[in-house]
């Protein structure tokens, strides 16, 4: 019995003596680096290639007009200054499988609308009415109705979509003009050059605006939450993280239903305030980034030690000027965090925008959306099929573009200074005493819960005041079976490989190395999320591996795996070093050290970081468009379900529900995990 | 045998020269204290010894032994930092008993060695508590028993009173001192308090910008400084700047820029040169009638500052300048502040050094 | 000038009452150090007075105006930090200059401000400097400057020295106090340095979990403390527990331990034969000899340090107390460790003290 346990005890020695060598420790460490550069990094930027490979295809593709318009493949119908066209090809029989792109090209200066039907013609050339609907056009620009292939058109392979009854009218109803014809009709003649820049025109303006609103209106409430004291505090704080328990999906659902005009559906206490995409998006957008606003903010305000606002006071500077000279300038760091975390995930948001746009103008394709940002035209592209290098321009230019102006920010953030000599006591004493302080924080308040909280749940509204539909729940449970297999397989590899990239970066000897892999691990964090996809399809695709599950368990782990490493460097580097250094002059080997003084210490943080990558997965859903359009998780499923119609809205609410249920319990368990380590 | 050889050592971080070619040895059984202003390399040269820093040039041997290539673990030697580093989420005894677990001891040796070390700290009552349960002395003398617990020959101290209450650390440096003793550890004891090293040390090792400005007992420190920073440094000294004009029988004649004359100690330097002599503030002597003729000049006492055992007084010479003065208390109430006194050196006291390159002022700086 | 009166002062943290039925006051013009161990209530005492945190009950009044409710910013008073808290990202002179902006004054006043402020601190030079190209002292004294700047009578100084080097400490205690004098402020120092708080201030206010023990000036608390803690607290003392034998004229004659005796005078019949008391002597008070047995007991030398100008044993006393001596170094030549001795405690330098309910240690702990 003695002897057994020496026995172990031996070998459980010469395995630590073993794993405790230096050239031993340098193979694992060589291993983990390359895995997060090989499968990380590499496919993440590989979308850069592009510029260089797709130069020829980009002058074909990109920077052209699709096919020249004929006259006799083109009607065209005058309505002032407006025209409406419909270009087409050869009228002839085309696969619908392989050819999907179909649309009536618009350019217009006033409001129209346009009814039209359209017709397939199966084998026997009898014709079904498949699709019927109407659009708006307002203003001036360019759209297009677009029909694709879907599943729907599985019974009728091989025939092809035609329009008939084309009516046109102003928005007032007026009549314009009406055309019948047996015509197939193709795509526009926009440039996709165009159009890309338009969408992503569109998605850095949107992220802009909501990041200086995130900011105006988090910081008294990251204020409140760390330098105030009052009773409920601690569910306001709660309260602020709810919008991230929510999927982006459910959010643009929910909060579309509640601000905005949506055709064909109505709540209880639907706001019905808006039908202009643009405000929607910036209201969603903020929904999910403010909480990471506040919390940035927070967190440096928790470090920024309140000794110098104190001195400023004793000084006799009043709040207001205190936190003016002394604070925000102190606060840079905590402010390119909040800044480029908000500014990311708005411009890098794909599933609850595209939900948000189909609610809008339900039944219409995505690509003949009358707005448009980055990820929503990668969305309507890949959905579309056969528009790969339109894919990978867009998501190069978005990468590119992104990672300048991210760059950008950070200096300017960095080099802007405060007015510190110019003071204004008067008005600043002013504003400090009295009701201004309580009205600050009372709209802050009221900010939360009238732009954050209410739309984040109006979903349940909804649920509860419609009408009942049957809900086929097997396809949800399929596509969360799906979902949890790619959440739990990334959670898993972040692990093994996260927490020693972690280690490494911020106990790492050699320093330049570590900087360069702490500069790199954020990049995925920011590149957003559907461009990321497309660069992951491209590099795995060219290998042509093929494997969908992989591919998208591959695109997952490249976006969560920042979270993970993030949370445990951030644990470690609060974590004093003498810890391990006494440890090791105690005689403890460094695995020994790890397992007893490091780990106990940021178990917690690894847990949370886990958890995060885990919901972060499950409620992901550009990346996963955009790598496998055939994909079939959760959020990939309830899009769709928004997409086919507004009959399908109350499946698609349930599976909100659903999701939202346990995406709030994982996080009511991080929240518990995180109580119990304090 | 845990003597400790240091050979020609040298650590550089970027442009500064952190530690300058040390050589030192320490002998078994010793305790050294490193002395030094902030900034002087101390932590540096314990983390250097301990392998927790691996030196640019030069050689470590402990036991003879050369420890060079040994990771921290294998070099037995225990390091208490600043601040302790108590594993926050162990209690006392899991602390105590961690070195032994990490050398993978078996269970009873490890009891016997715990329970042992926890009484000599007599923390063995509190032997459930976490260290933020303690207060601050408990949580010192938890990191010492665990330190000593670790099976090392040498104990490395880094400042390891300063977290504590004045008061406190006056009872608990000899506590220290008592400790290292009984286990007969080789310590080096590293701090800015010179006060604390002339108390309880062996030997002291004044380190200033990385290199060794001088070595020697408390005593040799104290009595007989190799600089007037020294001198300045451990306990307080008044300075005079002058020429040597002559060397006298046991003693030697300095004329300060004032031109008065001063008789001090015995030096090496010759004739002419210009030297900076300094004394002492406690062998500085006051007097209400003038006793001698030698080193006596007419001042008035400008503030007295009581300290307890002692009192300090600044006193504005009629001359010009002002110097400082510590007299017991019990005597002090003889002179109060606005009256004259006569300030006296005695000249054996009154130490002779070579004009510091720089100047005086720059010599003494402290921040 | 400002005088301060605190009326039955409370702060409670929960079940923790960090300051419990404080009552103060302080002179204009005074300084004043309040002194105490780690988390006995002296920092929250100097917080509420500036307003950072409110009292759970009682009341401050700065010139017989109640502060309670104003806030820190029309307090009109000068504060120095701990950790010094200089604004990390404005060069020495913006953070001195601070002051003058924030409090709307002319450019050129507020530039002659603090200008004046930072030549009085020697630190012009460094106006350029941003906090961390300067060290240590240096940041603390812009600290100083930076207070003077808002022109305040009031300065309130919260461990001003802590985290500075001992040596460094010294020099910039002197400087504030003549700061603090020559523009005839008033100050209240907070430390846990009792040796600063003596040489600082004018009078001290002693504090031990939350409540005030005793409040005297620096020699009446070091010479006549009127509590055993105050008299362990501030300086070194020895403690003799024993009883009253017998009295008379006057002088009494107690037993210590092992039928050891001791004379002390009773000059109020303050103790009466049978009383439990403990017999208090400073160090420099006892002096040891191999001859005289008159007020003596015999004792044998444990440990020998040397203190600069004077020397301390350790002593093990017949009574199975341990003491220490301090004698100057001149005097030291006889004694060594190991040697018998008799130590003298001369009658009138003893104090004496009922024994304390609770025991002697619970009421000595620093703790």
Request: a neutral charge; charged letters at 20%.
């Amino acid at each position: 019995m003695l002897k057994k346990e020496q026995k172990e005890e031996s070998i459980g020695k010469k395995f630590s003596a073993l794993i405790a060598k230096k050239s031993t420790i340098k193979f694992w460490y060589g291993i983990v680096i390359t895995f997060f550069i090989v499968l990380v990094i590499v496919p993440t930027l590989f979308v850069l290639t592009y510029a260089v490979t797709g130069w020829d295809d980009m002058g074909e593709n990109i920077f052209t007009a699709p096919e020249p318009i004929t006259p006799d493949n083109y009607h065209q119908i005058d309505i002032g200054n407006s025209t409406i066209g419909a270009s087409f090809p050869a009228p002839d029989i085309i696969d619908v499988t392989n050819s999907t792109h179909w649309g009536l090209n618009v350019h217009t200066n006033s409001n129209i609308y346009i009814n039209y039907t359209i017709y397939s013609l199966d084998d026997d050339n009898a014709s079904h009415t498949h699709y019927y609907s109407n659009s708006s056009f307002s203003g001036a620009g360019i759209g297009w109705i677009n029909i694709s292939a879907n599943e729907s058109y599985n019974e009728i392979t091989h025939i092809g979509p035609m329009f008939q009854n084309l009516t046109l009218a102003y928005a007032d109803g007026t009549y314009i003009d009406s055309w019948e014809s047996d015509v197939f009709l193709r795509a526009g003649d926009a440039k996709p050059f165009d159009m890309v820049i338009d969408a992503l025109k569109v998605s850095f303006i949107i992220a802009i605006i909501v990041t200086i609103i995130d900011f105006i209106a988090g910081l008294p409430m990251a204020w409140l939450l760390v330098r105030k004291d009052f009773r409920g505090k601690k569910y306001i704080d709660t309260l602020i993280d709810m919008p991230l328990a929510v999927p982006t999906a459910a959010l643009g659902f929910s909060t579309a239903l509640f601000w905005a005009v949506t055709p064909g559906v109505d709540a209880f206490g639907s706001l019905n305030l808006t039908s202009s995409p643009f405000l929607l998006i910036i209201l969603l957008h903020i929904v999910f980034s403010y909480p990471y606003m506040v919390r940035s903010l927070s967190a440096i305000l928790h470090e920024i030690d309140t000794n110098y606002e104190v001195a400023a006071q004793t000084l006799g500077a009043p709040p207001l000027t205190v936190a003016r000279t002394i604070t925000l300038p102190l606060f840079r760091a905590g402010l390119v965090t909040g800044i480029i975390l908000c500014f990311a995930r708005s411009l890098s948001e794909t599933g609850g925008t595209m939900m948000a746009l189909a609610m809008l103008t339900p039944h219409m394709a995505e690509l003949a959306y009358p707005m448009q940002t980055g990820p929503s035209l990668i969305g309507g592209w890949k959905h579309a099929g056969g528009f790969d290098p339109q894919l990978a321009f867009t998501a190069m230019l978005l990468v590119i573009i992104t990672l300048i102006l991210l760059v950008i920010i950070k200096i300017i953030i960095m080099k802007f200074k405060m007015p510190l000599r110019k003071v204004f006591p008067g008005p600043e004493r002013l504003l400090s005493k009295g009701v201004f302080p309580k009205l600050k924080d009372a709209s802050s308040m009221i900010f939360m819960f009238f732009i954050l909280i209410i739309p984040s749940f109006f979903i349940f509204s909804f649920v509860f005041t419609s009408e009942a539909t049957p809900v086929d729940w097997s396809p949800f449970w399929s596509a969360m079976g799906f979902s949890f297999l790619v959440a739990g397989v990334v959670t898993i590899l972040n692990l093994i490989f996260g927490v020693p990239l972690a280690i490494y970066i911020v106990r790492g000897k050699n320093k330049i190395m570590s900087h360069i892999l702490d500069v790199l691990v954020n990049v995925p964090l920011i590149v957003p999320t559907s461009a990321l996809g497309i660069s992951l399809g491209m590099f795995w695709g060219s290998m042509n591996l093929g494997w969908t599950t992989l591919l998208v368990i591959s695109a997952h782990l490249a976006f969560t795996f920042p979270l993970v490493v993030r949370n445990v460097a951030g644990a470690l580097e609060e974590l004093d070093p003498t810890y391990e250094e006494t440890a090791r002059t105690l005689g403890a080997r460094p695995f020994f050290v790890f397992r007893k003084v490091m780990f106990p210490s940021i178990k917690f943080s690894i847990l949370a970081g886990a958890i995060m990558a885990f919901t972060r997965s499950l409620g992901e859903t550009g990346a996963t468009l955009s790598v496998a359009e055939e994909a079939n998780t959760v959020p990939v499923y309830i899009v769709g379900l928004v997409r086919a119609g507004s009959e399908y809205y109350y499946s698609a609410a349930l599976a909100c529900i659903a999701l939202i249920a346990i995406s709030f319990l994982t996080m009511m368990i991080m929240k518990y995990i995180a109580r119990r380590a304090e | 045998m845990p003597n400790i050889k240091i050979t020609g050592l040298n650590k550089i971080f970027g442009d500064l020269k952190a530690i300058d070619d040390l050589d030192f040895e320490v002998r078994d059984g010793e305790y050294l204290t490193i002395l030094g202003p902030t900034g002087a390399g101390k932590t540096t040269l314990l983390r250097l010894i301990s392998g927790l820093t691996e030196q640019t040039s030069g050689t470590i041997e402990i036991d003879g032994k050369n420890v060079d290539d040994l990771p921290p673990e294998e070099r037995r030697v225990a390091f208490l930092s600043q601040s302790y580093s108590l594993f926050p989420h162990m209690d006392v005894w899991e602390n105590t008993t961690f070195g032994p677990t990490a050398r993978g001891w078996n269970p009873d040796k490890v009891n016997i060695i715990g329970r042992e070390m926890l009484e000599m700290v007599h923390l063995y009552d509190r032997r459930d508590a976490l260290p933020r349960e303690l207060s601050g002395g408990m949580q010192q003398r938890n990191a010492l028993a665990r330190a000593l617990s670790a099976d090392a020959k040498v104990l490395l101290l880094d400042e390891p009173l300063r977290a504590l209450d004045a008061r406190l650390r006056l009872d608990l440096r000899h506590e220290l001192k008592r400790l290292a003793k009984a286990m007969n550890m080789t310590t080096i004891h590293v701090t800015h308090d010179q006060e604390e090293a002339l108390t309880i040390s062996d030997r002291i090792i004044m380190l200033k910008d990385g290199k060794i400005i001088q070595s020697g007992t408390p005593q040799e420190m104290f009595n007989k400084p190799a600089n007037p920073f020294i001198h300045h440094f451990i306990g307080e000294a008044n300075f005079i700047e002058g020429t040597l004009i002559r060397k006298e029988n046991g003693h030697c004649r300095i004329t300060d820029k004032a031109n008065r004359s001063f008789r001090a100690s015995q030096t090496d330097l010759s004739e002419g040169a210009n030297v900076v002599a300094g004394i002492k503030t406690e062998f500085t002597i006051l007097s209400k009638e003038k006793e001698s003729d030698v080193n006596s000049f007419h001042g008035t006492v400008d503030r007295k500052l009581f300290m307890g055992r002692f009192t300090d007084f600044e006193v504005i010479l009629a001359e010009g300048g002002m110097i400082h003065a510590r007299l017991p208390s019990s005597i002090a109430h003889k002179f109060d502040e606005g009256s004259n006194v006569f300030v006296h050196y005695s000249p054996e006291r009154l130490l002779v050094f070579p004009e510091p390159e720089g100047g005086l002022k720059a010599e003494l700086e402290m921040m | 000038m400002p005088e301060i009166v605190m009326k039955d002062i409370a702060k409670y943290f929960g079940k923790v009452k960090a300051a419990d039925g404080i009552d103060l006051h302080i002179k204009s013009g005074e300084y004043v150090a309040v002194l105490g161990p780690s988390g006995c209530g002296k920092t929250t005492l100097v917080k509420i007075l500036s307003g950072i945190w409110e009292p759970t009950r009682g009341d401050c009044f700065i010139d017989g105006k109640k502060v309670t409710g104003i806030p820190t910013f029309e307090r009109d008073l000068g504060y120095i930090f701990q950790n010094i808290a200089l604004f990390p990202h404005m060069t020495v002179w913006q953070n001195a200059n601070y002051a003058p902006i924030v409090k709307d004054l002319e450019p050129e006043e507020g530039q002659r401000i603090t200008q004046e402020n930072l030549q009085l601190v020697n630190m012009l030079k460094r106006k350029g400097f941003k906090p961390f190209e300067i060290s240590g002292g240096e940041m603390q004294k812009v600290g100083i400057a930076r207070a003077l700047c808002s022109g305040s009578k009031l300065l309130i100084l919260d461990e001003p020295l802590s985290a500075l080097d001992a040596r460094v400490r010294l020099d910039l205690r002197y400087e504030i106090k003549r700061l603090v004098k020559r523009k005839g402020l008033t100050a209240i120092h907070v430390t846990h340095d009792q040796e600063e708080a003596m040489s600082t201030s004018d009078r001290i206010v002693l504090m031990r979990a939350g409540k005030i023990v005793e409040v005297d000036t620096p020699e009446n608390l070091y010479n006549h403390p009127k509590n055993l803690f105050t008299a362990n607290f501030i300086g070194e003392a020895n403690f003799i527990e024993a009883s009253v034998l017998k009295c008379s004229d006057g002088k009494c004659t107690a037993e210590a331990r092992n039928r050891q005796y001791l004379e002390f005078l009773n000059p109020h019949e303050k103790f009466k034969p049978g009383d439990g008391i403990v017999i208090m002597v400073r160090p420099e008070n006892l002096s040891i000899s191999h001859k005289e047995k008159k007020h003596s007991l015999e004792g044998r030398i444990l440990n020998k340090i040397f203190m600069g100008s004077f020397m301390r044993y350790r002593i093990k006393l017949a009574t199975d107390d341990f003491v220490l001596v301090e004698v100057p170094e001149a005097d030291d030549k006889t004694f060594n460790i190991g040697d018998k001795v008799n130590v003298k405690f001369r009658p009138n330098k003893l104090l004496i003290y009922p024994q304390p309910r609770g025991g002697l240690t619970e009421v000595l702990s620093l703790e």
